[in-house]
């Protein structure tokens, strides 16, 4: 397993000796995290960074250096703000990566946050991060790792920037035997609904559901569970017939935060997590 190390000091070490890593992930405040990769890209840009006693600086004077102070770096990969990273931003993400760098001695990509990255996204990045194009740097992040497949984090070296918002293993487990009795016919879609409405303001109900369908989907592709037992086979349907329950939960967190009534947003996830229209 990688191993969590401080970020500034150990990301100077590789860029000191040369030895870059293909892919860093970095877990905690988003807004952190992406203003620490900001930072770091710009001197993975940079063609002659200069040494000072805080490290490696760019020299803001080369052509490389010069493109990114203009905002329009064609070796410097964002995805559109405020745009999920689905399956299509992932592979126009791979595909930038494929093309040799036009300026910069590498081309780098920010990526994130990678929350509620559904199954096929996931697959695409994993596939890539198995085997990276040469010259290329992935700087990936998202708020808690465990919403991110561990075999994307085994492909990384990761940073914890502190702050991971925390979810009890109990809420897990009980939202798993809700999602159950779903399916068994114990409870309707319309209760559980009713239920989970009256309660998500007082507990982490969205990032609980998020790491349930997580380790499902881990569990079935021979990763290791989190927060839920190995056996999860009664689960499995929940990604069967194309359905992707971590797109279905960034539907539903959006619903909630632009205020839709919160038994509303639950009722119609959870139909469609039985296959109701």
Not at 216 to 236: I, M
């Amino acid at each position: 397993m990688s191993s969590m190390w401080n970020a500034s000091t150990k990301f100077e070490e590789d860029l000191q000796s040369g030895r870059v890593f293909h892919a860093y992930f970095l877990s905690g405040p988003e807004d952190e995290a992406l203003r620490l990769l900001e930072s770091w890209s710009r001197r993975l840009l940079c063609h002659h960074p200069v040494r000072e006693e805080k490290g490696l600086v760019p020299c803001g004077r080369c052509l490389s250096c010069l493109a990114y102070l203009a905002e329009g770096h064609p070796d410097l990969y964002r995805p559109k703000e405020g745009a999920p990273l689905g399956v299509e931003e992932v592979r126009e993400a791979i595909q930038f990566a494929s093309y040799r760098p036009y300026l910069a001695p590498r081309r780098v990509l920010i990526l994130g946050p990678l929350r509620l990255m559904g199954a096929e996204a996931s697959n695409a990045l994993l596939k890539t991060l198995e085997e990276p194009p040469p010259g290329a740097v992935f700087l990936l992040y998202s708020q808690n790792h465990l919403e991110v497949l561990p075999t994307i984090l085994s492909r990384c070296r990761r940073v914890d920037l502190g702050g991971e918002g925390q979810v009890e293993k109990e809420l897990v487990g009980q939202l798993a035997s809700d999602i159950r009795a779903l399916m068994a016919g114990d409870v309707t879609a319309v209760d559980l609904a009713q239920r989970w409405a009256k309660s998500y303001q007082e507990a982490p109900l969205v990032e609980a559901l998020a790491f349930l369908a997580r380790d499902v989907l881990a569990a079935e592709t021979g990763g290791t569970p989190d927060f839920l037992p190995r056996e999860t086979s009664d689960l499995a349907s929940l990604w069967e017939k194309g359905r992707d329950p971590l797109r279905l939960l960034m539907d539903l967190r959006h619903q909630l935060a632009f205020h839709v009534q919160a038994e509303n947003a639950f009722l119609r996830f959870l139909l469609s997590l039985e296959g109701s229209p």
